[in-house]
């Protein structure tokens, strides 16, 4: 039973078109995240949600849009997709306020723009 | 906010051996400082974590070690095997609620058979 599951795990699409990748936890955490992951590796914040406030937007563009139903769903919705928004991206999730056990990754969505 | 740096980027070692990888941070806030495994196609996974309350931390063949005043911290895996290989990241956290972890670059481990 996947603690975080985000699909699709492989995303290849063309530039300039709209595309969405959902995530999934049932730990009953608070907070969700995206992260992205680049070609070296480094993970970078992109997105926080507690309780379906948004609480952190690191300088993303405004093509980037974090969507969340309810507290347990955060997807990430992407417009007018660019050559270098291909990358992993990662959803994660922690109890809100509370670190212990720091955060659960989902398995990443490797996103390839062509 | 919080800068993290990791070194080494890429660490090789004989399987049997032990690997340190070592980072500083910036933010002398910083509370918590936790460190991620990532194998090959999959997302990072916690290892071991530890508060600055605390000096070392251990599980088995690993162990944290945290330096407030010189504000760094460090992993140690004792006796390698090569199951150990993978990327290795630390972060560190310093805002309340849901502010984000930073996490260092990553050091590639290479356990060499």
């Known amino acids: 039973d996947t603690a975080v599951s985000q699909t699709p795990k492989y995303l290849v699409t063309q530039m300039g078109n709209d595309k969405s990748i959902k995530c999934e936890q049932n730990?009953?955490?608070?907070?969700m995240y995206w992260y992205k992951q680049d070609s070296k590796k480094f993970l970078k914040i992109m997105f926080s949600y507690n309780n379906k406030e948004l609480i952190i937007n690191e300088t993303v563009p405004n093509r980037f849009s974090p969507k969340s139903p309810d507290k347990a769903h955060l997807n990430l919705h992407i417009n007018s997709l660019e050559l270098g928004d291909s990358a992993v991206y990662f959803c994660?999730?922690?109890?809100?306020?509370?670190?212990?056990?720091?955060?659960?990754f989902g398995s990443g969505t490797r996103l390839t723009v062509v | 906010g919080e800068n993290v740096e990791q070194h080494p980027s890429t660490l090789s070692v004989q399987e049997g051996d032990s690997a340190v990888i070592k980072c500083t941070y910036s933010d002398s806030a910083s509370n918590y400082f936790p460190w991620y495994k990532q194998e090959l196609g999959k997302g990072p996974q916690l290892i071991i974590d530890?508060?600055?309350?605390?000096g070392e931390k251990k599980d088995q063949r690993i162990a944290v070690t945290l330096n407030k005043t010189a504000k760094h911290f460090s992993l140690h895996i004792t006796e390698t095997q090569p199951e150990d290989s993978a990327v290795y990241f630390c972060?560190?956290?310093?805002?309340?609620?849901?502010?984000?972890?930073?996490f260092g670059k990553g050091t590639h481990l290479i356990i060499q058979p």
């Open positions: 972060a560190a956290y310093s805002g309340g609620g849901a502010d984000g972890l930073t």
């Open positions: 994660a999730s922690s109890p809100y306020g509370q670190l212990i056990g720091g955060y659960t």
């Open positions: 530890i508060r600055s309350n605390v």
């Open positions: 730990l009953g955490h608070d907070t």
